[in-house]
């Protein structure tokens, strides 16, 4: 599966966005898909998920009702509409796949991972 993240840019504070993420390859139908983020200097961290159904979705406390995962499976992709968005969401975000489970947080058990889009957002 490979993974490509697109939809970054610069924005004022308050805007809004939509990321996508599109699988080629194979298909991502039955995996969980989720995003993360890397400031600059510090780690990669989670942001939402989405299970291969759609039927659940995860958010960390910082996005949870400002972001919205969502998936097309007849498309292969996978999107984070963004809004109301804050200097602090400024980072790389990086779509990810996993099959191994449905409700992991960490990094280690997504096996596949996009190349990262850029939201910078100033004030």
């Known amino acids: 599966v490979q993974l490509q993240a697109s939809g970054g840019g610069l924005v004022q504070v308050g805007d809004s966005l939509r990321l996508s993420c599109v699988a080629s390859?194979?298909?991502?139908?039955?995996?969980?898909v989720a995003w993360f983020r890397q400031a600059p200097g510090k780690e990669r961290n989670y942001v939402a998920s989405?299970?291969?159904?759609?039927?659940?979705?995860y958010y960390a406390d910082s996005v949870k009702g400002r972001f919205t995962i969502d998936r097309d499976n007849a498309k292969n992709a996978v999107y984070l509409q963004m809004n109301n968005l804050r200097p602090e969401d400024t980072a790389v975000y990086y779509c990810?796949?996993?099959?191994?489970?449905?409700?992991?947080?960490?990094?280690?058990?997504?096996?596949?991972w996009g190349q990262g889009t850029l939201v910078t957002v100033s004030s």
């Open positions: 390859g194979s298909t991502i139908s039955r995996a969980t």
């Open positions: 989405i299970t291969w159904s759609g039927f659940m979705r």
């Open positions: 990810a796949a996993t099959f191994r489970s449905s409700t992991t947080r960490r990094t280690i058990d997504f096996g596949y």
